[in-house]
C-alpha cells in the first residue's frame, strides 16, 4: 500500500485544473520562436502591467529581502478609501483563486454542500471537493447562471453558493437587479461568494453597485482580482469583501505572507491609475468587436461576452485548435467544461486578433 493511496478519497478524485498553454510550451512543441507566438488563451491584459504599477513594483524590490507586511495594510487602506469599507472587512489573496479556496476551507467541510452553475469557473467545484464537500452542479441556462435553480438546489447542508459575474468561460452575465433578488432568497446562513474578476470591463449600463448590498446581505462575500484588467496575473494579488465577520474567518485560514512584497505594491498603485484601467477598456471593447464581426463573417456562434474573451462554436474544436497551435497561436480549448464543441478566445491588441483571424480562417478552411 502506497503512501498516496493514504490520501482522502476526495483529493484523489480531483482533476487538476488545466491552464492555458504558455508560450514556452508552444515553442517547445512546435519549434516555433516564442517571439512568433501569440497567446490569447488565458484571459490576460494585452497591454500589461500600467506604468503606475510597473514604477510601484521596481522600487519595492529594494526591500525584497524582507518579508511582506502579512496584513496587507497600505493596500487594504487604499482598497477601503476607493470602496468606502472597512480593513476588517477585506481578505487578500494571492490572486482571487486564493480568496475562492479560503471561503471554502471556512465554510465548507466533509457532510456539508456548494452550489455552482454548469459552465462555471473550474475552480469552484475544485475548492469544494479539495475540502470534502459535496458539490451540487446546477444546469445552466443559455449558458450562464439559472439563479431560480441555484436558489432551488440550496440543501440544508449548503453552506456556500458559487456565482460568476460576469462568467468564466461563457462570458454570460446577470443583471444586478436579477442578482439582488437571487440574495433576498438565499438563506442568511448560505455564504455567497459573487465572483467579479471580470467586473471592470462591464459596460456603463450593465454597472451594479454589489458593495452596497453588504449590508443588508451579511452572507455576501465580493471577490475581485488584479490579474484581468489590472494587468497583474503573474503577481497573483485578489481580494474579497464581505462582513467583517466573514473576513475574519477567512483570515484564519489564510496563509501568512500570502501576498508578495511587489504583488502588493503593484497592486497599491494599479488601484490608483485610473486612465490605464480606462484605456484597458476601451482596447477591449473594440477588440472585442473586431473579433465578433469576423465570428459573423464565418458564420460560427457566439455567446455574447461581458468579459475579455469571447466562447465561440466550431464542431471539431480539438482539430481546430491543434491547427492554430500549428500556426502559433493559442486559444482555451473548453472541452473540460462539457463544451468539446467550443473554444474561447482573449482579446488582445488588433494586431494579435487579426492574427487570430488569420489563422482561424485557415483552420476551418
Not at 504599477?53 to 487594504?76: C, Q, V, W
Not at 465578433?292 to 464565418?298: F, G, N, V, W
Not at 491588441?349 to 489563422?359: K, V, Y
Request: glycine content about 8%.
Amino acid at each position: 500500500m502506497s503512501v498516496a493511496s493514504q490520501a482522502p478519497e476526495y483529493i484523489r478524485a480531483i482533476s487538476p485544473y488545466q491552464p492555458g498553454k504558455p508560450i514556452s510550451e508552444l515553442a517547445r512543441e512546435m519549434g516555433i520562436p516564442e517571439a512568433g507566438i501569440v497567446k490569447l488563451a488565458s484571459n490576460e491584459n494585452p497591454l500589461g502591467m500600467g506604468p503606475l504599477a510597473r514604477e510601484a513594483a521596481l522600487r519595492s524590490l529594494s526591500g525584497i529581502e524582507r518579508y511582506p507586511d502579512g496584513n496587507g495594510f497600505a493596500l487594504k487602506s487604499a482598497l477601503s478609501r476607493r470602496y468606502g469599507v472597512k480593513p476588517a472587512q477585506l481578505v487578500l489573496g494571492n490572486g482571487s483563486n486564493d480568496v475562492l479556496e479560503l471561503a471554502a476551507r471556512a465554510f465548507l467541510a466533509p457532510g456539508l454542500s456548494g452550489v455552482f452553475s454548469e459552465y462555471a469557473f473550474a475552480v469552484y467545484p475544485l475548492a469544494i471537493n479539495a475540502v470534502g464537500a459535496h458539490g451540487i452542479q446546477v444546469p445552466a441556462k443559455d449558458y450562464g447562471h439559472d439563479l431560480d435553480t441555484m436558489a432551488a438546489a440550496i440543501r440544508p447542508d449548503t453552506r456556500v453558493v458559487f456565482v460568476a459575474n460576469p462568467n468564466n468561460p461563457t462570458g454570460t452575465f446577470v443583471h444586478g437587479p436579477e442578482l439582488e433578488a437571487f440574495l433576498a432568497r438565499v438563506p442568511a446562513d448560505v455564504l455567497v461568494v459573487l465572483d467579479e474578476a471580470y467586473t471592470e470591463y462591464l459596460n456603463a449600463d450593465q454597472h451594479y453597485d454589489s458593495l452596497a448590498w453588504l449590508e443588508r446581505f451579511p452572507n455576501l462575500l465580493v471577490s475581485r482580482t488584479f490579474s484581468k484588467a489590472y494587468g497583474l496575473a503573474g503577481l497573483r494579488v485578489g481580494y474579497g469583501i464581505a462582513h467583517p465577520d466573514v473576513a475574519d474567518l477567512m483570515n484564519r485560514v489564510r496563509q501568512p505572507f500570502n501576498v508578495s512584497s511587489v504583488a502588493l505594491a503593484a497592486a497599491e498603485a494599479a488601484l490608483a491609475d485610473e486612465e490605464f484601467l480606462a484605456q484597458s477598456a476601451r482596447l477591449n471593447a473594440r477588440g472585442m468587436g473586431q473579433i465578433t464581426e469576423a465570428l459573423a463573417e464565418l458564420e460560427l456562434e457566439w455567446i455574447p461576452s461581458a468579459g475579455n474573451f469571447v466562447t465561440f462554436k466550431v464542431g471539431d474544436a480539438a482539430a481546430v485548435n491543434a491547427s492554430l497551435l500549428r500556426q502559433g497561436v493559442i486559444v482555451r480549448p473548453i472541452a473540460g467544461y462539457g463544451m468539446p464543441e467550443w473554444l474561447r478566445v482573449s482579446i488582445g491588441l488588433p494586431e494579435e486578433n487579426a492574427r487570430f483571424i488569420a489563422a482561424l480562417k485557415q483552420a476551418l478552411a
